[in-house]
């Protein structure tokens, strides 16, 4: 297919920026081993004391409820940790109990920090991982001449000081940095310890523990909300309340059941979670979201903010030198996350942008390391110190999470699914570079820079007359024939939904089966009904896996479209040398009836249209039973407008 290998000419492209020729190589991998713990999780459908007992006949020591049905017990006397697992026979223990419906020994996680590091940039250029880096607001702080990304001078601009200048300064909003900790004394940042715990350590204390190789929280803190005075920086949203929320440590790692902790800690008071970290770029990995935290973020959508839902941004990741596909990352391709890239100053995808369907908008950030006039970000650093070298998606992620701080200002009645549409409905496309394209509802959408600059004083004038979304349902089709290639020809197959009620789309999910003797020469599209062709997977070089795998691709790039009708799939290997097979898919939509720029209908309204969609739905996706659809109308008229009725 002549699109698949134009994208992959373009991808290579990019990468040669200003004379630079930078050659996509093998990675060497020295990615740091999980290690099993002593420690396993559940999920048990029944009553605390009823896991409780469970965890009594089965030598288990129970150590906390972390979210929904899900808990964490230890085995007695086991090791703390082992490069093996232990042999247990899950089988046997969910036939002597029917409510446990699962059963894992956890792993400790090595995190990766979405920053640049020089001192771990490969001789052959592969990696790239340096410490990633109503009135006039008079602006005193010491560094303010090098905050270029927060100045109306800088083009385009993301609006930031004509929104102070509009009296949104962050003011009542508590965002927390969910990093390796924060500098808790630093005099620059608004720390507040009543929000703030270790979940490494299981102490209230956050601080960094080695200041050499921590740091990357405190520089993101202060991204995000350093305070307005005369010393280092000042953030975007300025007088926003910081929580510290360590989870990341390069020797000690984190388990599941602590990222699922860490991401609903102190719910009902925490806004926005800043989450600059996820699996490792390198271009060979596919990292799954555990279903433990799958169950934090539907928690923190329904329970967080009052039931208006938390908000969780995400650094979508740097490693477009490797050839990564943000789409191999469990937690970018939720729905539930915000996935925001960076783009350098002079308005192009940074040199370690990676291809991103998934991707909601962008932010500024560093890339001096490859451009030089493409400065890199000031901000605050550990043991109160003040650095000017940071960069990433690292930077982008709590630099867009203040501007959102800015937008729950003017109007703290919004819900996630509404932040979420301020995004695509304000962001900047204008003047960016990252090869735009018009989607099937008109809407000027990237694979690398999602709508665009996502833009403060666009988001706080909209939110202040914003009506709340209409609720969002669900489509769903699949297909489970096998196709095969080995050679250039594509693989195509198509599923119909031709009668889902769904006119304005928000995301997609692809769950696609497949396998390649060379996994990384795959290249995966989408078309709509639209015929808007997006990439949900480029090729990524580095992945030699050839096993079969089952992955929930997700992408924003439909938003706004309408889901009736045909979609297809099309597999392709990039360079016709592989076998590659397609051994099924499922395709899921969600969104609206109703225009979400109208608000959320009327409860009259509202009852009649349940009923509708209901029906319709349910013919959609072979059927649903009369309370199915007694439910779904009874749902509609209690107005939790802001809330999935399916998980995501």
């Known amino acids: 297919m002549q699109y698949s290998r134009h994208l992959f000419v373009l991808s290579v492209a990019i990468l040669c920026i200003n004379g630079l020729n930078i050659q996509i190589n093998k990675a060497p991998r020295q990615v740091k081993q999980d290690n099993y713990t002593d420690k396993v999780l559940i999920e048990y459908d029944g009553t605390v004391e009823e896991a409780l007992t469970f965890g009594n006949n089965n030598n288990l020591r129970f ?22 697992p232990l042999e247990i026979d899950v089988n046997r223990l969910k036939g002597s109990d029917k409510k446990l419906k699962s059963f894992e020994q956890e792993k400790v996680h090595f995190m990766e920090k979405k920053f640049v590091l020089p001192e771990r940039i490969f001789s052959n250029g592969t990696e790239v991982f340096r410490q990633r880096s109503r009135r006039a607001v008079t602006v005193n702080d010491a560094e303010w001449s090098n905050q270029w990304h927060l100045q109306t001078s800088q083009t385009p601009s993301m609006g930031v000081q004509n929104a102070w200048n509009k009296g949104y300064t962050g003011s009542g909003i508590s965002l927390a940095i969910v990093d390796d900790g924060i500098d808790t004394s630093h005099s620059d940042l608004n720390y507040d310890a009543s929000l703030s715990y270790n979940f ?21 803190a202060g991204v995000a909300a350093a305070l307005k005075n005369s010393e280092c920086v000042i953030g975007t949203a300025y007088d926003a309340n910081i929580a510290g929320l360590r989870l990341i440590d390069s020797n000690t790692g984190a388990t599941p059941a602590d990222k699922a902790t860490a991401l609903i800690y102190k719910l009902s008071a925490i806004d926005i979670y800043s989450n600059s970290w996820g699996p490792v770029d390198w271009g060979y990995t596919v990292d799954q979201l555990p279903d433990v935290v799958k169950a934090a973020f539907e928690e ?89 070298n940071f960069d990433g998606t690292s930077a982008a992620c709590p630099l867009a999470a203040g501007i959102i701080a800015l937008t729950l200002q003017a109007n703290n009645a919004l819900t996630w699914r509404d932040v979420q549409h301020l995004i695509v409905e304000t962001s900047v496309s204008a003047g960016l570079s990252g090869n735009f394209y018009s989607n099937g509802a008109g809407k000027q959408v990237s694979a690398y820079l999602g709508f665009g600059l996502i833009n403060a004083e666009n988001m706080v004038d909209a939110a202040t007359s914003w009506k709340t979304v209409p609720s969002s349902i669900s489509c769903s089709a699949s297909s489970t024939e096998s196709k095969a290639t080995s050679n250039a020809d594509p693989i195509s197959d198509t599923v119909d939904l031709s009668s889902c009620k769904i006119l304005f789309i928000e995301h997609v999910t692809i769950k696609v089966t497949f396998q390649s003797t060379y996994r990384g020469n795959t290249a995966i599209n989408v078309q709509s009904p639209s015929s808007t062709d997006v990439p949900v997977l480029s090729e990524r070089t580095n992945d030699d896996d050839n096993q079969q795998i089952t992955w929930p691709f997700m992408t924003t790039n439909f938003w706004g479209e309408s889901a009736a009708g045909s979609w297809k799939i099309i597999l392709l290997d990039i360079y016709g040398t592989n076998v590659l097979n397609l051994n099924g898919w499922e395709l899921t939509v969600y969104g609206t009836v109703t225009n979400p720029l109208d608000g959320t209908p009327s409860e009259s309204s509202s009852s009649s249209l349940g009923l509708i969609v209901g029906v319709s739905v349910g013919c959609g996706v072979g059927g649903l039973s009369i309370i199915g659809i007694v439910i779904y109308v009874v749902w509609l008229k209690i107005g939790k407008a802001a809330v999935h009725p399916v998980s995501g």
């Open 300 to 388: 923190g959508v329904q329970s967080g903010r009052g039931g208006k839902g938390a908000i969780y941004v995400w650094a979508s990741g740097n490693g477009g030198l490797n050839g990564d596909d943000c789409q191999a990352d469990g937690y970018t391709i939720s729905i539930y996350t915000i996935a925001i890239a960076a783009v350098s100053k002079s308005g192009r995808p940074t040199s370690y942008s990676e291809h991103c369907s998934a991707v909601m908008a962008a932010a500024y950030s560093g890339d001096s390391q490859f451009i030089a006039e493409d400065l890199d970000i000031s901000t605050t650093g550990p043991s109160n110190t003040c650095v000017h």
């Open 63 to 84: 150590l906390r409820h972390v979210v929904r049905s899900f808990y964490e017990f230890r085995v007695v006397g086991a090791k703390q940790k082992s490069a093996t």
């Open 200 to 220: 490494i350590q299981q102490i209230a204390d956050p601080n960094h523990v080695v200041v050499e190789t921590d740091g990357h929280g405190t520089n993101c």
